[in-house]
Each structure stands twice: as structure tokens, then as C-alpha cells.
């Protein structure tokens, strides 16, 4: 038994959910989010301020994806009430970013700038030149795009020079000696 699938997902005030045949939508107060279940292998009860995700037989393969689903469930429930961000540090000298429209633009050591373009329904903010701020309410959008800005200056262990996420440990090297 799962422990974390047998827990009911509580919808807070203001979130709704539908299932209508394989597609579960949740309507919340930042936006709508929605998923397909996988084929035949849970279902989705919704009933009285909660969803409750249950296998519909006891063969492994339905075990292995109830926790999983029912966390895709609570993603969904937590992107449409508060949202998710990710916020990255640049450290190294002369690397700093900033926003131009939908336009993430970046000076990473590079002989060019790197200039990305911000996917609909995120929201990027550079609150100061060293710090990149990605949220919005889709979980796997937020940090997808966060792991493509940071592919671009992965850290490196001697002088921690790069994109990190705050908060990451960064394994230090210790340098050549004479």
C-alpha cells in the first residue's frame, strides 16, 4: 500500500476539480491546470472538498504509479492556489541577466549574450543583476525552464563561478598547489 496515494487531496476555498473521462481539470484562483490519468490504472474521486486517487486493481503496475499520481494530483491543487518559483543566483564577475519584454537576455562570459525567449505562463523577474527569478503555476514548467537557464553556467567547483539555485551546495575543490 502507498502511503503517500492513500491520502485524500484536500481542495482548499475556491478550487474546483472535474473529471471527465481520463482528464482531471482543477480551476483555482491563479489559473487551470489539467492532467490525464494514467489508462486504466487509477481513478479520481472527487467528492466533498477533496480527491481521492485509487488503484483500480491491486497488480504492481497499478501500486507503482499510485503515490506518483496523487502527487500530479496535489502539484496541480498547490500550482493553481500559491504557484511555484525557483530562484537562481549568477555568481562570477561581469555575469549579470535581465528581462527585455519576453526576452530573457544574459552575460555569461561568452563572446554573445544569450538571449532566451520566456515561455507562456511563466513569469521572470531580475530583481537585481545577479538573481533570476522563474514562477508561475505549472510545477514541471517553472522547473524546466530554471534547469535551461542554468545549463547555460552550470557552477564550477573551484571558484563557484555559474547559475545555481539558491540555496544549492556547491562541493568545492581545493586548487593546484605550487
Known sequence: MS???KKPVVLPQGVEAKVEGQNLSIKGPKGTLAMTMMDDLVKFDVSNDEIAVTP???AQRNRQVWGMQRTL??????GVTEGYTKVLEI?????RAKVQGKTLNMQLGYSHDVDIDIPEGLDVKTPDATTIEVSGID???VGHFAAEI???RKPEPYKGKGIKYRGEYIFRKEGKKK
Open 139 to 141: 510545477k514541471q514548467k
Open 3 to 5: 502511503r503517500i496515494g
Open 73 to 78: 494530483v496535489q502539484n496541480l491543487v498547490t
Open 150 to 152: 542554468r545549463k547555460w
Open 56 to 58: 483500480i486493481t491491486t
Open 91 to 95: 555568481n562570477g564577475v561581469g555575469y
